[in-house]
């Protein structure tokens, strides 16, 4: 229900802009959030925001670089990395919460198959 594009293979400063994209049910009420994982490492939350955009939460790793977005018309919610850096390579994933806008991986319902992207130096 929550499919996940726009990854792919960069260079160290580029810019990507990943889509995940709801279907099968309104995600209007969810907070939608992105995590990622890098290889060989554990899962790790990077951006949140909540169903009506009046709050955001970023980690300090890509505070300033990455920009979390939603557009409830289109029932799809946007991640913007600038600058990527070889260390942000990892399979990214979008969630939706229904009851909290947060960045505990543990509290999301649902979740998409996630989008490679990797950063070449």
């Known amino acids: 229900q929550l499919v996940e594009s726009g990854g792919g293979l960069v260079q160290a400063g580029d810019s990507l802009r990943l889509s995940c994209a709801a279907s099968?049910?309104?995600?209007?009420?969810?907070?939608m959030g992105w995590f990622r994982r890098p290889p060989g490492k554990e899962r790790e939350f990077l951006a949140v925001?909540?169903?009506?955009?009046?709050?955001?939460h970023y980690a300090d790793s890509v505070k300033g670089r990455f920009t979390i977005s939603r557009d409830n018309a289109k029932n799809t919610v946007y991640l913007q990395m600038n600058t990527l850096k070889p260390e942000d390579t990892a399979v990214y994933y979008c969630?939706?919460?229904?009851?909290?806008?947060?960045?505990?991986?543990?509290?999301?319902?649902?979740w998409g198959q996630g989008t490679q992207v990797t950063v070449s130096s």
């Open positions: 969630a939706a919460d229904l009851y909290h806008t947060t960045s505990r991986a543990k509290d999301y319902e649902y």
């Open positions: 099968g049910r309104t995600f209007s009420s969810y907070a």
């Open positions: 925001i909540s169903w009506n955009t009046s709050r955001t």
